[in-house]
């Protein structure tokens, strides 16, 4: 009991990092690069442990994405050449080495500490559990999703899955002025999720 405990605090912590990071730099990062500059849909980060493939139509925001001795946060949007599919941010953030030790816990436990009052401030932009609901939980091939809904980011997916011991979040949001529906917005989270995976040879 104590062992899982700790990964949860520890999960706390690397939810918080890369959540609070992610908020910073979306907040003033464009969904669509500028006019003529075409930017990566491939990039390497955290030394070359960890590749990042956008879905096709999206591309890489190198400059503002982010990363530090211990993870990264990978920010990308609509290629400004990609007028057929969504605008949409996908945020990817890997924690620390040793954070994907808690997804040993399974679903449950997983679904259970998210909808908890420290899961969802955890979650929350603002860091309040009462912002956030979380809407939808699950398993799919190995890979933790949920549909959350917060005050300030509105409705939107997020996939938690493990790489080398680093736990990763990949999440799915409209931009301003620009819902994405459900069904959309999971679509684009699988195929995030399926491309990460496969860069990274799985």
């Not at 990949?170 to 959309?184: C, D, F, N, Q, Y």
């Amino acid at each position: 009991m104590c062992g899982c405990i700790m990964s949860f605090w520890l999960f706390r912590a690397s939810v918080l990092w890369v959540a609070g990071l992610a908020a910073a730099l979306s907040a003033c990062v464009p969904v669509e690069g500028p006019p003529g500059q075409a930017l990566p849909r491939t990039a390497s980060f955290l030394a070359g442990e960890m590749r990042v493939s956008a879905p096709p139509g999206y591309c890489i925001d190198r400059s503002a994405s982010h990363e530090t001795q211990t993870g990264a946060v990978v920010l990308m949007g609509r290629c400004t050449d990609a007028d057929t599919v969504a605008p949409a941010l996908i945020t990817l953030s890997a924690g620390p080495v040793g954070s994907a030790q808690v997804l040993k816990s399974g679903g449950p436990a997983l679904s259970a500490w998210f909808t908890s009052g420290p899961g969802r401030a955890a979650l929350a932009r603002d860091g309040r559990a009462g912002s956030v609901r979380v809407l939808k939980t699950g398993l799919s091939g190995g890979v933790f999703v949920m549909r959350v809904a917060d005050r300030q980011a509105g409705d939107y997916w997020r996939a938690i899955l493990g790489l080398k011991g680093r736990l990763v979040s990949i999440s799915v949001t409209g931009t301003k002025g620009a819902t994405l529906p459900e069904a959309a917005g999971r679509s684009l989270l699988d195929r995030a999720v399926a491309g990460f995976v496969a860069a990274n040879g799985g």
